[in-house]
């Protein structure tokens, strides 16, 4: 129970204080997401990748370090598709899994209007960002199956880098995907309520949730069958 | 007493080494955050996000280092909030937790100095950048909340990793608060005597300072709950 | 097995599951390095130091999660020069090695066509982009002698590590050398099919490939005399 | 003999090889500050900062990856200031000190004009850059007290992490120093060498050297009293 790992059964841990800390760290993870995109905006007198690069940066630490923190209590996913992986996988019951996704949902809008009071922005926005068509689909659906073959692969060979590989994993993709790989649903409905650098139109949001799922199923299919034979026995 | 730990008890070392270690550590931080800030706005070329990455990669790169080093001797504290933190848990003697404190704060200054001289300013200034408002106090309190929580979860399920860990979240937290994540009274008190990239004018120092204790002392609640199931028997 | 080492033997892992995570790996970190240079060279405003942060950034990050989840599955080679080095090393076969090295070759080209299709840009592509000359040969050469030192360094000294020395050090090669580092020719054989940031002309191609080899074998040569004394018994 | 530590002795690997790796991983090294230096300043379009960012995560990932190779074989001084320190100690001997100074130099020119020949830049060069004054001497007084500080502790507390503390340690120094940290007498006289970016005047170099070898001698001293209460029985 001291390791970071992701990994369920969390059982000696009350269901209670299991989803707080999956609201308490979703709350600040999208804080992080959307306040240093803010920052960064706001200092990088207009050019994006200097932005991205304060953005980045953030994002990738503060993963890091929520995951090591709430990993042993809740296994930290602050993300319905991998939620959605574990219980799929029998790892999770569903009523746990259906209960984690309304905290995480919860939580990243609750994160979301932190961020915007510590800047001084209004609370409640809709983003006007438009994220449409088949690249920035397909994008999310690489984003997320890159995100949960790193999660699935880093327990099953290294699992107190848990953490780490998941924050470097997203510094990645965070540049090598057109969309900036959100990766994850409740990310998505909370980044839609703000109209902000990390922001994305609610118009969009829909199809990167579904190429979301589609690439978290992808990955779990693979990954179930690349990393079934190396089982120690 | 040979990983870096930042918790207590360190008995078999001598309150004068202890006190040392605290002074020196948290004299070599502020030169980092200080001196690295004047660098940044000196050769950003008035991109403040530029001055920014480089201000955060110092810091957080030095956090790592010092309390690597300075952590198995004093705990690494160089913040009276997280002394306050430890003495209210009994982790540390209060008249410790006084001298700590005092040696902290002359520490904080004796490195913004020589920051000072490094760069070949005056030794003796005080800023004049107002960072006031609710926003930037709101910053505060979240920043040392997420600190706090850092330090306690990490000590709780990953010790040898906390030198890393606040590190991380310190390089993250520059970025996703509108106040660049002072978190810490000493450190507060000494960029008010700097008018450079880091500095914070003197009248602003107070509301700070008070947002820091609120924001250690709800995580200190907090994380007295959250991670009180898990002890292991 | 549980190590993210490179060194084989990996016996254990059937040889199709092993072909399967060298190309998805090798797909994956071409949609690396050329995704998030064009992302770089998008945003950069025409910058090409902030541009190739972006791509270091991303680039290191990455590579150190493929290694930790594929290492213990094909060992992680990603590239044909240090395939032939564990070949001409006895730890692989040769015809396993011809089989690696097909499928790097077939991924790289498959991870440079999704990088295109995330970014909307046009699949087939041929680089225009001239990297000739003397200094550029003389770069790959001291890059792959680097990456291969690594590489027998760690795990030769330290194998759990070796995912993330892999990562740093391309982070470093990335700026140290004038060729930005391919020190691969099934990366160098893929980036001359993209006019991107990170592409190169076919006709740079071969010089490429040619220097990498040299610098590899050096390397081989070299580190085989320098670690050989310090062998335990 | 299997970690990473600086710390002698290393008798089993015989002095050739250790040699060798002394002058090797030193002409690595400068290869590393000298060649990301050049490639920072041709294309940061004039902005000194965004230089210095990619000459920093060059140097500080090379850093890591160069102690971590040949950490093992020769204790990865790379740096005359620190074999004193080790000399001074008495855990090596002055006839071995006096050679490695030796490789150091020949190794640190060696790295610089392979940087000069990866860049297409004349090899023989000398640096008209002036880096004078007491602002100058302190940063270089400072920066070589805080690494030797930092190698003193890793070894004591946490020796198989010298060789990340190490790089963090000059990440930060880069940044929080006027002269951006040389601390490092081989590096210097390399440096005097080279007419660009990582330039120092030869006319400015013996301050330079003579001041890291006072903040040497002085973490040394103080660091022998800090860290000697905290053996272990």
């Not at 304060?54 to 930290?76: K, M, R, Y």
């Not at 209960?99 to 006007?128: D, K, N, P, R, T």
């Not at 309520?193 to 693979?222: E, H, M, R, Y």
């Amino acid at each position: 129970m001291t390791d970071a790992s992701l990994e369920p059964p969390l059982e000696p841990i009350s269901i209670s204080r299991r989803l707080v800390a999956e609201l308490l760290g979703t709350a600040l993870l999208l804080a992080i997401v959307i306040g240093s995109g803010i920052m960064g905006e706001r200092l990088a007198g207009g050019n994006d990748a200097i932005a991205l690069l304060g953005n980045t940066l953030s994002t990738g630490a503060g993963l890091v370090v929520l995951i090591t923190v709430f990993g042993p209590l809740s296994g930290a996913h602050f993300n319905p598709a991998v939620t959605l992986v574990f219980a799929a996988r029998r790892e999770l019951s569903w009523s746990s899994a259906t209960a984690y996704i309304a905290v995480q949902v919860i939580g990243a809008i609750a994160g979301a209007w932190v961020a915007h009071l510590m800047f001084g922005e209004q609370v409640l926005q809709l983003s006007q960002k438009l994220r449409d068509g088949p690249a920035q689909a397909l994008s999310e659906a690489v984003a997320t199956f890159g995100l949960v073959a790193t999660i699935l692969g880093s327990i099953r060979f290294k699992p107190e880098a848990t953490p780490m590989m998941v924050g470097l994993y997203i510094t990645s993709a965070y540049w090598f995907t057109a969309s900036t790989s959100f990766a994850n649903p409740a990310v998505t409905v909370a980044r839609s309520l703000s109209n902000t650098f990390a922001g994305i139109a609610p118009s969009s949001a829909p199809a990167f949730i579904a190429a979301q799922l589609v690439g978290a199923a992808l990955a779990a299919l693979l990954f179930g069958w690349l990393l079934n034979e190396t089982k120690r026995p």
